[in-house]
């Protein structure tokens, strides 16, 4: 996905070594294009020096305002329960993407103010694609306050990505932490990628399906 806004001219590729570009906001995805915005522009469009919303306490000219000012962009141009177009799903990613680590709690945080029927879901979703590659833990522990239709799906989504890389880690952390509510989902995600490396455990822990349907 990001090869094609490479060739494209959507974006700049971030080379290793090198940080995402920290001057200008976003106010369209045209301006990837054209270039970077003036101060007074990126001010007003993240919000800092005046007003509420999205942004109002983020310093100018950081990944984290740049994915705060594109969020009220498209939160303001999108009516309710509006599919989220291709070009703004792979600029938002984009952005998320070029997060410092540390600031995924706080670009999570920011779900707060995007309305529950259209960005959140999907916002909260693309976050955590991203950070579950180096933090499922907190990647986890954030799924778990979202709304409880999404909140689910995220976690299954955290666990079938940490349970490619570490199943016997996630194996250990729902037993720990999942609730039952949720227990047998969770199981479900893991133990098939644990039966790759480990059948036999997998299958003893196959015995702590509360379900006898998802047992089979």
């Known amino acids: 996905m990001l090869g ?6 959507v974006v700049t590729p971030i080379l ?12 369209s995805n045209g301006d990837l294009r054209k270039g970077r915005l003036g ?16 942004g109002t306490q983020l310093q100018t000219n950081t990944p984290l305002a740049r994915l705060a000012a594109f969020l009220r962009r498209v939160e303001q141009g999108h009516a309710p329960w509006a599919d989220l177009n291709l070009d703004d799903q792979q600029t938002m990613d984009f952005l998320i993407w070029s997060l410092p680590a540390a600031d995924y ?11 529950p029927q259209l960005l959140r879901p999907e916002f909260e979703t693309s976050l955590v694609r991203y950070w579950r590659e180096f933090d499922p833990l907190a990647a986890l522990a954030a799924a778990q306050t979202a709304r409880e239709f999404n909140s689910i799906n995220l976690i299954g ?5 940490w349970g ?16 039952e509510s949720i227990r047998g989902f969770a199981l479900a995600q893991v133990l098939p990628k644990l039966a790759r490396t480990d059948p036999q455990g997998a299958m003893a ?6 379900s006898g349907l998802q047992k089979q």
């Open 164 to 179: 490619d890389k570490d199943p016997a880690a996630a194996l250990t952390w729902l037993r720990q932490s999942a609730g």
């Open 157 to 161: 989504d955290i666990l079938r990505g």
């Open 39 to 54: 101060p007074s522009q990126a001010n007003q469009q993240t919000g800092v020096g005046g007003g509420g919303g999205l």
């Open 4 to 9: 094609l806004l490479f060739a494209a001219g």
């Open 205 to 210: 822990a196959l015995a702590e399906m509360p």
């Open 16 to 27: 290793p070594g090198s940080g995402p570009d920290r001057q200008g906001a976003i106010q």
């Open 105 to 115: 709690p706080k670009a999570f945080a920011l779900r707060r103010e995007l309305r």
